[in-house]
């Protein structure tokens, strides 16, 4: 069995995608966390696992991978099964393609370290970062919920009926919508496959507020 260690913060949205995956893949792993929000991530002891300061480092067998797009894809191809990723190519791309919707296009707006450099350089408060985190959203999720109402392609989850690296993506950024005043409501189509989600305990126990570093 492989040694496992996830550098982690139970409230970072990028942490939940890779442990919802490792769950699914019936990985085991030691956690460790780092507190965001006092900085422990640029602490010199974390820089040296992961010099660009973010969350989540994953430790496997000598190697550290970082970035959980490229973490999950790492553990699809060393642990295959549960698949992730559609048989197909087609499917593999439509997959990834809604997966960077949320990954490249609203999670890179809407960080903690985004909202903090808002707030110290331009004074931005509580109010006026959560009206920045809402409209960066809704930019993606608004075409993202036309694109899977209307494609046949999507079932019960993103693609088809079992759970893949879109839904991981889709799930812990709906979760983080909840903090800035955001309801699944408005997009009724991810709201389905988020409920189904929850259906499954991989990401049930990804959640933040069963790590054990949430407070």
Known sequence: ???????????????????????????????????????????????????????????????????????????????????????????????????????????????LRVLRHLETTFGADAEAQATWFRHWARATLDPMEKLLASAPQTGAFCHGERPGLADLCLFAQLLNNRRFGLLDTEWPTLARIYAACMEIPAFRAARPEEQPDAA
């Not at 602490?43 to 067998?61: K, R, T």
């Not at 190519?89 to 393609?97: I, L, Q, Y």
């Open 1 to 111: 069995m492989s040694e496992i260690r996830l550098h982690s913060y139970f409230r970072s949205s990028t942490s939940v995608r890779v442990r919802v995956a490792l769950a699914m893949k019936g990985l085991s792993y030691d956690y460790v966390a780092w507190n965001l929000r006092t900085g422990g991530h640029r602490s010199p002891d974390y820089l040296a696992i992961n010099p660009q300061g973010v969350v989540p480092a994953l430790e496997i067998d000598g190697l550290i991978l970082t970035q959980s797009l490229p973490i999950i894809e790492y553990l699809e191809e060393r642990f295959p099964d549960p698949a992730l990723l559609p048989s197909d190519s087609a499917g593999r791309a439509r997959v990834r393609a809604l997966a960077a919707m949320i990954a490249c296009d609203v999670h890179p707006l809407n960080n």
